[in-house]
């Protein structure tokens, strides 16, 4: 669904944030990608979605050329969840998961009965329906988060890509979100996510890539890619593996 061949993007066109990336993204499959603060990851989610241009390289979604689809086109694929969103403005909850039907809508339509239903399904689905009627700039952090992944969800696109999506929620919504986006992959979703946290990626058994100084250092099965030797070199610091009920979780390992 989605291939990225050779890609490269720098602010200045000097100092290169990311070069020689390439992978693709199969229907129903979780890409998630690990490295340090300044490595690129949310960089890189906003070339995928066309944010950003590219210096080098290019995308497409399911065999056309990104750089030649309209916004509308590019909205109906891809869904875009940013690290850091503020709103100065109190719509509610429901109003801002229908907003993700703004790219169907033309420019002096008004959303219909169907665009609400599905809105409010999507709130249903987060856990979060109880809140559609509260302003959205009185919730908290986490709750808005899953207001914005409701409205994502609402835009239907196929490949979601979220930045950092458990980075405002609280422990058991962590482990709640990651659940969602396994689900989301079983009903088709193709995922790309970026995250601080290794045990997210054993959690989900997905595709992993370890961005590290401007590339891929490795990538592929979780398993295979996080080991103690990687987290050290993108880290810095000496990291254990350890099994806690068949399940991998990663600690600083004491000196």
Do not use: W
Not at 205 to 225: E, H, L, Q, R, Y
Not at 246 to 255: D, E, G, L, N, T
């Amino acid at each position: 669904m989605l291939k990225v061949d050779d890609v490269a993007f720098s602010y200045d066109g000097k100092k290169k944030v990311f070069e020689n990336i390439s992978f693709s993204l199969k229907q129903g499959e979780v890409l998630c990608i690990l490295g340090p603060n300044g490595s690129g990851k949310s960089t890189l989610l906003r070339c995928l979605n066309s944010l950003l241009t590219l210096n080098n390289g290019n995308i497409s979604l399911n065999g056309k050329d990104m750089t030649r689809m309209s916004r509308k086109e590019l909205a109906a694929q891809l869904g875009f969840l940013p690290q850091i969103h503020v709103s100065t403005f109190p719509f509610s909850v429901l109003e801002v998961a229908v907003m993700g039907r703004a790219p169907h809508l033309g420019l002096a339509e008004s959303p219909s009965e169907k665009d609400y239903a599905l809105a409010k399904e999507n709130l249903e689905l987060l856990g979060i329906s109880p809140l559609a009627d509260k302003p959205y700039t009185q919730i908290s952090g986490g709750e808005r988060q899953l207001a914005l992944i409701a409205m994502v969800l609402t835009q239907k696109p196929r490949i979601l890509l979220l930045d950092e999506p458990t980075s405002h929620l609280d422990f058991g919504n962590q482990i709640r979100m990651l659940e969602l986006i396994k689900k989301l992959s079983t009903k088709g979703f193709s995922i790309v996510l970026t995250t601080h946290f290794p045990d997210h990626a054993f959690h989900l058994s997905s595709t992993v890539a370890i961005i590290n100084k401007g590339t891929f250092m490795a990538a592929g099965p979780a398993d295979t890619v996080i080991t103690e030797e990687n987290l050290k070199r993108i880290y810095g610091i000496d990291v254990q593996i350890a099994y806690v009920n068949s399940s991998k979780i990663c600690v600083p390992a004491k000196k």
